[in-house]
């Protein structure tokens, strides 16, 4: 199967692509227009390999997309690429408007031209996979979960634009019959992670002996996914999704924030050696709240786990050792983000 990836050098495509060439055995065709959280370091097992071509471009730019559909001639087209940081997404709304929503159409388009000139076998086989959150089905309070059929309500520009694209792909297939899926996640976390976000941020702090921001009390809670999983479901519903679909992914690890980064700072204080504060957890401080910050996100997985016989593989705290482990043997990758400007100041303070 050769597989169009949008976004493969994020975080979640990196490792999109590193499992789709090196376990599944696919070919791959990596696009990607290489804003800030995307790092070709991430996929350096899969320079020189046939199977795998990286192409630098903007989803949005129509022509360019287009004769890429013509030249590769892809089986399936998995789309990743997103602005995804809600903080981010405050300050700078432009560009999740732009990547998420308009970039989707572009993408969309042209997979629909490309796939109405397919032959009858050929169309029939084209799938179309739009990854999105859990996020633009809003907050839940201390019980329920999120499923397939959960209304659309979201809270943050992110979420918003994120809904949107949603909207978006479930349109083309019911106007135009271009088979398109929707999954919908939780948080994912896991190895080679830009540092804005919780995880990563807090491990690098304590590495480095800075604070480690928690907003509000650190109360609101998120289903933990590691990101090895999430990628084994979007292979689960992209080779054997029904089209017009939504899959729910999640991984049944409801934590608070504030848990969560106490369990950080216990396994740092175990396996990292000449840390600058021990305990780590002395550096925990409470900061002002994110705005519209939702309280919890989880997700019923039920559709997937019994349609498509998927499971999560790791449980939260054998993943977190994983990550924190893969962190500390992998201070270069991090370093090199830093060194390129990235200061970790926070973002989406009004």
Same mark, same amino acid.
């Given at each position: 199967?050769?597989?169009?990836?949008?976004?493969?050098?994020?975080?979640?495509?990196?490792?999109?692509?590193?499992?789709?060439?090196?376990?599944?055995?696919?070919?791959?065709?990596?696009?990607?227009?290489?804003?800030?959280?995307?790092?070709?370091?991430?996929?350096?097992?899969?320079?020189?390999?046939?199977?795998?071509?990286?192409?630098?471009?903007?989803?949005?730019?129509?022509?360019?997309?287009?004769?890429?559909?013509?030249?590769?001639?892809?089986?399936?087209?998995?789309?990743?690429?997103?602005?995804?940081?809600?903080?981010?997404?405050?300050?700078?709304?432009?560009?999740?408007?732009?990547? #998420?929503?308009?970039?989707?159409?572009?993408?969309?388009?042209?997979?629909?031209?490309?796939?109405?000139?397919?032959?009858?076998?050929?169309?029939?086989?084209?799938?179309?996979?739009?990854?999105?959150?859990?996020?633009?089905?809003?907050?839940?309070?201390?019980?329920?979960?999120?499923?397939?059929?959960? +209304?659309?309500?979201? #809270?943050? +520009?992110?979420?918003?634009?994120?809904?949107?694209?949603?909207?978006?792909?479930?349109?083309?297939?019911?106007?135009?019959?271009?088979?398109?899926?929707?999954?919908?996640?939780?948080?994912?976390?896991?190895?080679?992670?830009?540092?804005?976000?919780?995880? +990563?941020?807090?491990?690098? #702090?304590?590495?480095?002996?800075?604070?480690?921001?928690?907003?509000?009390?650190?109360?609101?809670?998120?289903?933990?996914?590691?990101?090895?999983?999430?990628?084994?479901?979007?292979?689960?519903?992209?080779?054997?999704?029904?089209?017009?679909?939504?899959?729910?992914?999640?991984?049944?690890?409801?934590?608070?924030?504030?848990?969560?980064?106490?369990?950080?700072?216990?396994?740092?204080?175990?396996?990292?050696?000449?840390?600058?504060?021990?305990?780590?957890?002395?550096?925990?401080?409470?900061?002002?709240?994110?705005?519209?910050?939702?309280?919890?996100?989880?997700?019923?997985?039920?559709?997937?786990?019994?349609?498509?016989?998927?499971?999560?593989?790791?449980?939260?705290?054998?993943?977190?050792?994983?990550?924190?482990?893969?962190?500390?043997?992998?201070?270069?990758?991090?370093?090199?983000?830093?060194?390129?400007?990235?200061?970790?100041?926070?973002?989406?303070?009004?």
């Amino acid at each position: 199967m050769k597989v169009l990836v949008t976004g493969g050098a994020g975080f979640i495509g990196s490792a999109v692509c590193r499992n789709l060439v090196l376990q599944k055995h696919c070919t791959v065709v990596n696009v990607d227009k290489l804003t800030y959280a995307a790092n070709p370091a991430s996929l350096t097992a899969l320079e020189g390999r046939e199977d795998y071509t990286f192409i630098k471009v903007d989803i949005c730019d129509r022509d360019t997309i287009r004769a890429i559909f013509e030249q590769h001639r892809p089986d399936a087209v998995l789309h990743l690429a997103a602005e995804s940081h809600v903080d981010r997404s405050i300050d700078s709304p432009d560009a999740f408007i732009q990547s #998420n929503i308009v970039g989707t159409y572009e993408l969309l388009q042209a997979a629909h031209i490309y796939w109405r000139e397919l032959h009858a076998d050929a169309q029939q086989a084209f799938r179309f996979l739009h990854v999105s959150t859990d996020e633009v089905y809003g907050s839940l309070g201390e019980d329920g979960e999120f499923n397939e059929s959960s +209304p659309y309500s979201p #809270n943050s +520009p992110y979420s918003a634009s994120k809904a949107a694209s949603d909207h978006l792909a479930h349109a083309w297939w019911e106007t135009y019959g271009l088979p398109v899926m929707v999954s919908t996640c939780t948080n994912n976390y896991g190895p080679y992670q830009f540092p804005e976000k919780l995880i +990563p941020r807090m491990i690098i #702090n304590a590495l480095e002996g800075r604070q480690l921001p928690v907003y509000g009390q650190g109360l609101n809670r998120r289903d933990w996914l590691h990101v090895e999983d999430h990628v084994e479901a979007l292979y689960a519903i992209l080779t054997r999704g029904r089209p017009g679909q939504t899959y729910a992914i999640g991984a049944n690890s409801d934590c608070s924030n504030i848990a969560l980064v106490e369990k950080l700072c216990a396994l740092l204080d175990e396996m990292a050696d000449g840390l600058p504060v021990q305990p780590t957890a002395e550096l925990i401080s409470f900061v002002t709240d994110r705005p519209g910050h939702d309280f919890r996100y989880a997700i019923d997985a039920h559709k997937i786990t019994t349609e498509l016989g998927w499971r999560p593989q790791y449980d939260l705290d054998e993943g977190l050792r994983q990550v924190v482990q893969w962190y500390l043997d992998n201070r270069e990758w991090w370093n090199a983000i830093g060194e390129n400007g990235y200061d970790g100041q926070r973002l989406g303070v009004i």
